[in-house]
C-alpha cells in the first residue's frame, strides 16, 4: 500500500508540475485582410519635354495613406504603373521606403518609368497608377484606388559612332554606320 501511495504522490507531483510550466503566449495577432490606402497625383496630365530633361523640379507628385490592418504592421508600399490596356500584367514598379507616404518625379526619371512600359514616344497615352500595399508574401496584398494619368513620354535617342579611315579602318559595310536605341 506505501507503494502505491508513493507512486500516486510522485505522479500527482509530475502532473502539477507540468501545469504550473504552461503559461498563455501573448495576445495572437491577426489581420482583418487590410483597408487600403487612398492615393492622389498631383496632376493627371504631367507634361514631359526634352528641354526640360535635366531639371529637377517634379512633374508629378503622388501622395497616399497609409492601409490600416487592425494592428500596427510594417507595410511595405509599391507604386505600380502600368498601361491603361495592360491590367496590370506588366506594371513597371518602384518599391517605396518605410513610412514614405509621398514619390516625385522629375522629367527625366518619370519619362524613364514611361519608356519601361514600352509606350511609344511622341503618342500621347492613358496610363494607371496605384499602391500595392503588403505586410507579408502569404498575405495577398491590397491596392489603392487607381489614378488615370494622360502622358507623352519622349524617346531619347542615342548614338555610337564607329572610327573610320583616320586609323586606316575600312568600314566593310554601309557609309555611314552607327547604332541608335530608341530609349
Given at each position: 500500500?506505501?507503494?502505491?501511495?508513493?507512486?500516486?504522490?510522485?505522479?500527482s507531483g509530475v502532473t502539477l508540475l507540468m501545469l504550473s510550466a504552461c503559461k498563455k503566449d501573448?495576445?495572437?495577432?491577426?489581420?482583418?485582410?487590410?483597408?487600403?490606402?487612398?492615393?492622389?497625383?498631383?496632376?493627371?496630365?504631367?507634361?514631359?519635354?526634352?528641354?526640360?530633361?535635366?531639371?529637377?523640379?517634379?512633374?508629378?507628385?503622388?501622395?497616399?495613406?497609409?492601409?490600416?490592418?487592425?494592428?500596427?504592421?510594417?507595410?511595405?508600399?509599391?507604386?505600380?504603373?502600368?498601361?491603361?490596356?495592360?491590367?496590370?500584367?506588366?506594371?513597371?514598379?518602384?518599391?517605396?521606403?518605410?513610412?514614405?507616404?509621398?514619390?516625385?518625379?522629375?522629367?527625366?526619371?518619370?519619362?524613364?518609368?514611361?519608356?519601361?512600359?514600352?509606350?511609344?514616344?511622341?503618342?500621347?497615352?492613358?496610363?494607371?497608377?496605384?499602391?500595392?500595399?503588403?505586410?507579408s508574401s502569404s498575405i495577398t496584398p491590397v491596392y489603392s484606388n487607381v489614378i488615370t494619368l494622360t502622358v507623352t513620354p519622349f524617346n531619347?535617342?542615342?548614338?555610337?559612332?564607329?572610327?573610320?579611315?583616320?586609323?586606316?579602318?575600312?568600314?566593310?559595310?554601309?557609309?555611314?554606320?552607327?547604332?541608335?536605341?530608341?530609349?
Amino acid at each position: 500500500m506505501k507503494t502505491i501511495l508513493t507512486k500516486f504522490l510522485v505522479l500527482s507531483g509530475v502532473t502539477l508540475l507540468m501545469l504550473s510550466a504552461c503559461k498563455k503566449d501573448g495576445v495572437l495577432v491577426t489581420t482583418n485582410g487590410g483597408t487600403p490606402g487612398a492615393l492622389t497625383a498631383s496632376s493627371t496630365t504631367p507634361v514631359l519635354s526634352k528641354t526640360s530633361l535635366t531639371d529637377p523640379t517634379a512633374v508629378v507628385t503622388f501622395t497616399f495613406t497609409q492601409p490600416t490592418y487592425g494592428f500596427n504592421a510594417a507595410v511595405t508600399n509599391t507604386l505600380q504603373i502600368d498601361a491603361a490596356n495592360d491590367n496590370w500584367a506588366k506594371p513597371t514598379s518602384v518599391t517605396l521606403g518605410t513610412k514614405v507616404f509621398t514619390q516625385s518625379y522629375a522629367t527625366a526619371d518619370f519619362n524613364n518609368l514611361l519608356l519601361k512600359l514600352g509606350l511609344a514616344g511622341g503618342t500621347t497615352t492613358t496610363v494607371k497608377v496605384r499602391i500595392a500595399s503588403s505586410i507579408s508574401s502569404s498575405i495577398t496584398p491590397v491596392y489603392s484606388n487607381v489614378i488615370t494619368l494622360t502622358v507623352t513620354p519622349f524617346n531619347l535617342a542615342s548614338w555610337l559612332y564607329v572610327t573610320g579611315a583616320f586609323s586606316n579602318w575600312v568600314n566593310p559595310g554601309a557609309a555611314e554606320d552607327s547604332l541608335l536605341s530608341a530609349t
